[in-house]
Nanobody, 121 residues
Framework: QVQLVETGGGLVQPGGSLRLSCAAS????????MGWYRQAPGKQRELVATITSGGSTNYADAVKGRFTISRDNAKNTVYLQMNSLKPEDTAVYYCNAEGLITIMTIGSNYWGQGTQVTVSS
């Protein structure tokens, strides 16, 4: 079974930076798209950024110019560098992987457990 483990969440002051990482484990041959989503209190889960195995990226307008998504295909790991953080960035951040090729499946979709990011003075 595939597992996504997220690390790097925490408390940071406005204007600060934080780096999230998510490592996918299991008998994985490849992952087409990895990404980050977030859910703030009282809000729906929303896309933050995605990146394909070929390096094509997509960002939500709210984070463009501040967040950078990257990945290490050899390690099946995706990162989210968050700079100039704002209080409105406070949310639980979830890692996502889709289009997986594993020993058992093709095209599955998986989610991490989520990591809390709190931006506050």
């Amino acid at each position: 079974q595939v597992q996504l483990v997220e690390t790097g969440g925490g408390l940071v002051q406005p204007g600060g930076s934080l780096r999230l990482s998510c490592a996918a484990s299991g008998s994985i041959f490849s992952i087409y798209t990895m990404g980050w989503y977030r859910q703030a209190p009282g809000k729906q889960r929303e896309l933050v950024a995605t990146i394909t195995s070929g390096g094509s990226t997509n960002y939500a307008d709210a984070v463009k110019g501040r967040f950078t998504i990257s990945r290490d295909n050899a390690k099946n790991t995706v990162y989210l560098q968050m700079n100039s953080l704002k209080p409105e960035d406070t949310a639980v951040y979830y890692c996502n992987a889709e289009g997986l090729i594993t020993i058992m499946t093709i095209g599955s979709n998986y989610w991490g457990q989520g990591t809390q990011v709190t931006v506050s003075s």
